[in-house]
């Protein structure tokens, strides 16, 4: 059994991980809304220099033919694009060492839990993966297909981690409450999780549609973008209302089932990024796509994608081991061994 002191030091470090991926999917998304997604035009270094240029007068005269043989035309120095992909790239590589670090500290469950020693492995594999992968991006010169893969496997990262910590901390877990909610809350909040995924995967489409415009226009006339965007945008707007019904319902249950402080806590913070995630994507239609709202958008719906994979796994979790504890009654070995 993993001592207290290493268990604490163990969540500590991955719930700041979990903390660390997510800023690095909102710096992901301000990347792409800004345009800045090529202000690094090679990987890993940035104009051949691990520290960026901070003007155009430090590259060579001819930068900009060179990078056209590479296969990158009309590459121009921008300073803040620049900067914007290379901190991008910054807090990936801090993001990498915070799951080794995680990795590291989970080592003691190898003995006694090894699914948390696993998870973080498949979590740190998968961060090596995802930096190949963005060199990849770079390599496409953001081919929206591998942008949107990038972005899934960030997803799949994180819900590794999260699972991590839900199975180290499952000992702690109230389960009074959760046997009082209903048995349908399950199947429904797996509906739940696929339509936000899906949701996801929709919003990406839209988004490759804006960027499109947004290079054919030189990023201007933002208030035309929204009447040129096509039908898929449509299905996007109106998938999300029963979205949202559903995940205040569940908020709304957990809550008013007494849960445990953890669960009310997610709850209410589940109610708030639905809330959230509508208030940006309403704002975005009716003001023109504004610069602020896309990536924050996407950073809701990915947090409303975790946190309701964290109230699951606690559900389920401890469902189960109450299950476990409470031993069945009509087993006629075990009959009389419990009072009537």
Same mark, same amino acid.
């Given at each position: 059994?993993?001592?207290?002191?290493?268990?604490?030091?163990?969540?500590?470090?991955?719930?700041?991980?979990? @903390?660390?991926?997510?800023?690095?999917?909102?710096?992901?998304?301000?990347?792409? $809304?800004?345009?800045?997604?090529?202000?690094?035009?090679?990987?890993?270094?940035?104009? =051949?220099? #691990?520290?960026?240029?901070?003007?155009? $007068?430090?590259?060579?005269?001819?930068?900009?033919?060179?990078?056209?043989?590479?296969?990158?035309?009309?590459?121009?120095?921008?300073?803040?694009?620049?900067?914007?992909?290379?901190?991008?790239?910054?807090?990936?590589?801090?993001?990498?060492?915070?799951?080794?670090?995680?990795?590291?500290?989970?080592?003691?469950?190898?003995?006694?839990?090894?699914?948390?020693?696993?998870?973080?492995?498949?979590?740190?594999?998968?961060?090596?993966?995802?930096?190949?992968?963005?060199?990849?991006?770079?390599?496409?010169? /953001?081919?929206?297909?591998?942008?949107? /893969?990038?972005?899934?496997?960030?997803?799949?990262?994180?819900?590794?981690?999260?699972?991590?910590?839900?199975?180290?901390?499952?000992?702690?877990?109230?389960?009074?409450?959760? /046997?009082?909610?209903? $048995?349908?809350?399950?199947?429904?909040? #797996?509906?739940?999780?696929?339509?936000?995924?899906?949701?996801?995967?929709?919003?990406?489409?839209?988004?490759?549609?804006?960027?499109?415009?947004?290079?054919?226009?030189?990023?201007?006339?933002?208030?035309?973008?929204?009447?040129?965007?096509?039908?898929?945008?449509?299905?996007?707007?109106? /998938?999300?209302?029963?979205?949202?019904?559903?995940?205040?319902?569940? $908020?709304?249950?957990?809550? =008013?089932?007494?849960?445990?402080?953890?669960?009310?806590?997610?709850?209410?913070?589940?109610?708030?990024? @639905?809330?959230?995630?509508?208030?940006?994507?309403?704002?975005?239609?009716?003001?023109?796509?504004?610069?602020?709202?896309?990536?924050?958008?996407? #950073?809701?719906?990915?947090?409303?994608?975790?946190?309701?994979?964290?109230?699951?796994?606690?559900?389920?979790? =401890?469902?189960?081991?109450?299950?476990?504890?409470?031993?069945?009654?009509?087993?006629?070995?075990?009959?009389?061994?419990?009072?009537?």
């Amino acid at each position: 059994m993993v001592n207290t002191k290493a268990q604490r030091r163990f969540l500590i470090c991955a719930l700041s991980t979990v @903390v660390i991926i997510y800023m690095l999917i909102l710096v992901g998304g301000i990347v792409r $809304a800004t345009g800045a997604g090529m202000g690094c035009p090679d990987w890993p270094t940035c104009f =051949g220099q #691990w520290i960026p240029p901070t003007s155009e $007068a430090q590259l060579p005269a001819n930068y900009q033919t060179i990078y056209a043989d590479r296969g990158y035309a009309e590459t121009t120095f921008n300073l803040r694009k620049t900067w914007t992909e290379y901190l991008n790239r910054l807090l990936g590589v801090f993001t990498g060492f915070a799951i080794l670090v995680t990795l590291l500290f989970s080592s003691g469950y190898r003995r006694s839990d090894k699914p948390v020693f696993y998870l973080s492995l498949a979590g740190f594999i998968l961060v090596a993966v995802q930096g190949w992968l963005g060199s990849r991006v770079v390599a496409s010169n /953001l081919h929206p297909g591998m942008i949107t /893969l990038h972005m899934l496997l960030a997803q799949v990262i994180v819900c590794l981690i999260i699972m991590a910590c839900i199975r180290a901390y499952r000992h702690k877990i109230d389960r009074t409450a959760i /046997l009082n909610l209903p $048995a349908a809350i399950y199947p429904l909040m #797996w509906f739940a999780m696929i339509a936000g995924l899906a949701q996801l995967l929709i919003g990406t489409q839209v988004r490759e549609e804006i960027d499109l415009m947004a290079k054919q226009s030189n990023y201007l006339n933002r208030h035309l973008w929204i009447d040129n965007l096509p039908l898929i945008f449509s299905v996007h707007k109106y /998938l999300s209302i029963p979205v949202v019904v559903l995940n205040l319902w569940f $908020a709304y249950r957990i809550r =008013g089932s007494q849960a445990s402080s953890l669960l009310s806590s997610l709850a209410l913070l589940l109610i708030g990024l @639905v809330v959230g995630t509508a208030i940006m994507g309403m704002s975005m239609e009716r003001l023109n796509l504004p610069m602020f709202a896309q990536p924050l958008h996407l #950073w809701f719906a990915s947090l409303i994608l975790g946190v309701q994979f964290a109230i699951y796994l606690i559900m389920r979790q =401890g469902r189960s081991s109450s299950e476990i504890a409470q031993p069945d009654r009509s087993d006629p070995v075990n009959a009389g061994q419990y009072p009537a």
